[in-house]
């Protein structure tokens, strides 16, 4: 039984907002606002009065309206404690394992650094919707600008261990690149190849691969499967430990 009602706004060139409602409540949070104008441009559309905003990690494209958005709602800001100085106008600073209540609904903050350090995720698990920003992307993940490769792959590891149920809200729409790179690894993959046809017709009617399904990751996504046997030998990796096959496909990613 869902209650939360998930608005996506795509902003910038390829980032997506999340406006999410607590329907009993009328509690509202945008994740990851990049921009004020086009959140409060739709919280008007839609009558919604914002109550917090919940940051996963401290880039610009993620925070960079949090400061307008507090000063025209008084909205709550949420971020991860080990990043406070980093989140403008942090008010609730949370932790691993932590929760945060947005009305009757609840979320589990899950500590999913690599992309940055102190990059957290929100677990909505009676929602089943996970809003994970530059950890994970459909078929790809973040960037390893402040983490190693042990702690992104522990990292994407946690999110794995979800329910294969899980839609999965990132914070870009990189799909379609990301499914070329994962063909040059894995070109035989029916679930992948499925899901690359899937994200080409999308794309071609201008509408949106996220959210994903987390079971369709699981099968497809490169950078969940390091440790895959399947996918090692398909992508010439056999004998690698899964830390360094995951840093191998990240470096090769890196430079596609
Ligand atoms: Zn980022
Ligand atoms: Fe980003």
């Given amino acids: ?100 209540a947005l009305g009757g609904v609840r979320a589990q903050v899950m500590d999913v650094s690599g992309h940055t350090l102190g990059h957290i995720a929100y677990w909505f698990a009676s929602e089943q919707a996970l809003f994970c920003g530059d950890t994970l992307f459909s078929l790809g993940c973040g960037r390893l600008f402040e983490g190693t490769p042990a702690l992104m792959w522990a990292s994407l590891k946690k999110l794995r261990a979800l329910p294969n149920e899980t839609r999965v809200y990132c914070g870009h729409e990189y799909t379609e690149s990301n499914a070329r790179f994962a063909l040059t690894l894995d070109a035989h993959n029916p679930v992948l190849l499925r899901r690359a046809a899937e994200v080409q017709g999308l794309r071609e009617g201008g509408l949106p691969t996220v959210p994903s399904l987390l079971a369709s990751e699981k099968a497809a996504n490169p950078f969940l499967r390091a440790d895959d046997p399947g996918l090692l030998a398909a992508a ?18 890196d430079v596609f």
């Fill in 1 to 100: 039984m869902t209650s939360l009602r998930i608005e996506q706004i795509p902003v910038l060139r390829d980032n997506y907002v999340y406006l999410l409602r607590d329907e009993q409540e009328g509690a509202c949070a945008a994740v990851d606002p990049s921009l004020a104008t086009p959140v409060l441009t739709a919280l008007a559309r839609l009558g919604w009065r914002l109550t917090h905003v919940l940051n996963t990690h401290h880039h610009h494209d993620h925070t960079g309206g949090n400061l307008e958005l507090k000063q025209a709602t008084g909205c709550t800001i949420v971020g991860h404690r080990r990043d406070a100085a980093r989140i403008p106008g942090i008010d609730l600073a949370v932790d691993d394992g932590g929760e945060v």
């Fill in 236 to 253: 010439r990796l056999d004998g690698l430990d899964p830390v360094a096959a995951f840093a191998e496909i990240r470096r090769r990613k």
